[in-house]
C-alpha cells in the first residue's frame, strides 16, 4: 500500500479523534440511530404476512431467490415478518415465525435507544456497548452464527416439514 493511500485511509480516523467526546457521541449515535430506528420505523409500518414470509414484498421487492431456486427458505426468509410482529408488539407471533429474529430485532432496538440516547445526551454510552462486545468478540461471533444457522433450520422445518429432503 502507497503512503498516499495509508494517508487517505487514515484521514477520517484523525478528523474524529480532533472531535470533542461530546460530538463524537452524537455522530455515533446518530449513525446507531438512523438506521436502526428507520428498520423499526419501516417494521411498524407494515402488516405481517399471515404466511411467515413475504413481507418485504410491502416494501416492492421481490421474492426470495433461493426459495424460488430450491424450495427451500434462506437463512433470512421470515426476518422482515418476525420484525412486523415484534414492532407491533406480537411477541410469541415474532418469535414462533423466526426464533433467532427476535435477537436481530433486539440488538437493533438496542442500537437505536444507545444511538438515540447518545445524539440527545452524549455520554459514550455506545463505548460501553462496544467494549462489552469486544470483550466477548469470540462468544457473540459464534452466538450469531449458530443463532442463524439454528433460526434457519427451524424455518427450513416451518416451511418444507421434517424431514425437508
Known amino acids: 500500500m502507497s503512503d498516499?493511500?495509508?494517508?487517505l485511509l487514515a484521514a477520517p480516523g484523525r478528523w474524529f479523534s480532533r472531535l470533542s467526546s461530546a460530538t463524537q457521541d452524537?455522530?455515533?449515535?446518530?449513525s446507531l440511530f438512523l438506521p436502526s430506528g428507520t428498520v423499526l420505523g419501516i417494521a411498524m409500518s407494515l402488516t405481517p404476512d399471515p404466511a411467515g414470509m413475504g413481507t418485504?414484498?410491502?416494501?416492492?421487492?421481490?421474492?426470495?431467490a433461493i426459495l424460488t431456486a430450491t424450495g427451500l427458505p434462506c437463512p433470512m426468509c421470515g426476518m422482515t415478518t418476525t420484525f412486523t410482529h415484534l414492532a407491533h408488539f406480537h411477541l410469541i407471533d415474532g418469535t414462533l415465525n423466526q426464533p433467532f429474529g427476535?435477537?436481530?430485532?433486539?440488538?437493533?432496538?438496542?442500537?437505536?435507544?444507545v444511538g438515540l440516547l447518545?445524539?440527545?445526551m452524549p455520554a459514550a454510552r455506545w463505548r460501553t456497548v462496544l467494549g462489552w462486545i469486544e470483550r466477548r468478540e469470540t462468544a457473540v461471533a459464534v452466538?450469531?452464527?449458530?443463532?442463524m444457522g439454528l433460526g434457519?433450520?427451524?424455518?427450513?422445518?416451518?416451511?418444507?416439514g421434517f424431514p425437508f429432503w
Open 118 to 120: 447518545d445524539v440527545l
Open 152 to 160: 434457519w433450520l427451524y424455518k427450513v422445518v416451518m416451511v418444507k
Open 4 to 7: 498516499a493511500l495509508r494517508a
Open 143 to 147: 452466538f450469531l452464527l449458530v443463532g
Open 26 to 30: 452524537r455522530l455515533v449515535g446518530l
Open 56 to 64: 418485504h414484498r410491502q416494501l416492492g421487492l421481490g421474492g426470495c
Open 102 to 113: 427476535l435477537f436481530l430485532f433486539l440488538g437493533t432496538v438496542l442500537a437505536a435507544g
